[in-house]
Structures are given as C-alpha cells and as structure tokens.
C-alpha cells in the first residue's frame, strides 16, 4: 500500500523558535498533500491544502504567516511552524493523495511537536 | 466546514463481542471513510463507502450508509483487544476534495 512518512517523529523546542516538518510520500507521486492538526482527545483539523508547485490553500483561522507550507515537489511537503509558541504545540499529521486517487488519503504517522 | 458526529464517545466491551459506533453528518456527500488511530499514532484507513452503496463489508467490518439520514455505521465483529483505537468518520463533500473528521470514538477492547 502507499506509505507516507514524517519526519521528525517529535521534537521539542523553546518558545520562539521555528520548526520544520517533513511529509514525503514514499512509493507514489502525490499531486496534493494536507495538513492536519490534532490536539489531545480531540478530532484532526484540517489545516491546509497542499498542491505542488503552487501555493497552498489555508482554512478558515489557521494563519498563513505561522504555518508555512511548501510542496516543491510530488513526493515532499514541508510545515514550518514559525516562532512557535507553547500553544502551537500539538499533534500534526499529513496526508497525501495519489495522483490517480479519488478521494482517499494516505496519512504520515503525525509529528509530536511540544514548544516550552 | 461541518464536522460529523460520532457515536458513543467512548466504547468499552470485552473481546468477542461486536462494536457498533455511528456516525452522522450534515452536508451531501461523495463518500465517506471510516479511519483508526492508535494512541499518538497515524491514521489508517479502514474502510471507503460512496455515497451510491447502501453496505460494505472487509473482513470483521461491516459499514452502512443511509444518505436519507446522514449517517453511517461501523460494526467490528468479535472484537479483539488490538482492535483497541480510536475510530474517526471523515466525509468527502461533493464537489470538494478535503476530508471533514468526526470526532471519533474511543474503543476500548478488555481481554
């Protein structure tokens, strides 16, 4: 089946600093990727929408300005969370679909990011 | 966008007996997938029903659709303690590409 990854697993870093998140999908070309964040017990929320090449397409209240995403190619999407604060801290997961896919996502195993 | 609503919040049964959560949601829909995730896991997908089928089976799950009521169902069929997770809904909407989640329900297995 399509694998994705992330990378790191967690990180833990201090208030102000800024943190870079990786998403490759590994045996597909993935046109679009998402970005979802889940905080504990709760559900994911989409962040963003990813399409490689161009910019990336942000909800409702997620600020574009702290959550860069760049998909520069059809395997890789990177988040970097901008000086992050200790309420960014979080569980963020990606996804991704293949390029032939309908609707189905292949999702990362998520990234534990914890800002002190 | 709209956030399905699963239920029970939390689940907890001993193993062999069956699971039954549900689901519901508000909007018109191209299909609607079922999702497990382990604690501080990933997500895997079970399980993908279009908005044209009534029932899908894959082997212990069994899922309904009935479009008239927005609503789905996941049936685990003798449950065993690994299948402890939590189980999310996602909806695709018409016309949309994105996933909208549910806010799952927490199944705990005994042995």
């Known amino acids: 089946g399509a694998v994705v990854s992330q990378h790191p697993s967690w990180v833990i870093c201090k208030s102000g600093t800024s943190v870079k998140i990786e998403c490759r999908s590994l045996?597909?070309?993935?046109?679009?990727m998402f970005w979802y964040r889940q905080f504990p017990k709760q559900s994911l929320m989409l962040m963003a929408t990813s399409n490689e090449g161009s910019k990336a397409t942000y909800e409702q209240g997620v600020e574009k300005d702290k959550f860069l995403i760049n998909h520069a190619s059809l395997t890789l999407s990177t988040l970097t969370v901008t000086s992050a604060h200790p309420e960014d801290s979080s569980f963020y997961i990606c996804?991704?679909?293949?390029?032939?896919?309908?609707?189905?996502?292949?999702f990362g195993p998520g990234t534990r990011l914890t800002v002190l | 966008s709209q956030q399905g609503e699963e239920d029970p919040q939390a689940l907890s049964i001993q193993e062999g007996e069956n699971a039954t959560m549900n689901c519901s949601y508000k909007?018109?829909?191209?299909?609607l997938q079922w999702y497990r995730q382990n604690s501080g896991r990933g997500l895997v997908h079970l399980i993908l029903i279009r908005s044209n089928e009534r029932e899908k089976h894959s082997g212990r799950l069994r899922v309904t659709l009935d479009t008239s009521k927005k609503s789905s169902s996941l049936l685990i069929t003798a449950s065993r303690a690994a299948d402890t997770a939590s189980y999310f809904c996602?909806?695709?909407?018409?016309?949309?590409?994105?996933?909208?989640f549910g806010k799952g329900t927490m199944l705990l297995v005994s042995p």
């Open positions: 045996d597909f070309q993935a046109t679009t």
């Open positions: 996804s991704a679909r293949d390029r032939g896919g309908i609707n189905e996502q292949f």
């Open positions: 909007t018109s829909i191209n299909n």
């Open positions: 996602a909806t695709a909407e018409s016309g949309y590409s994105t996933l909208t």
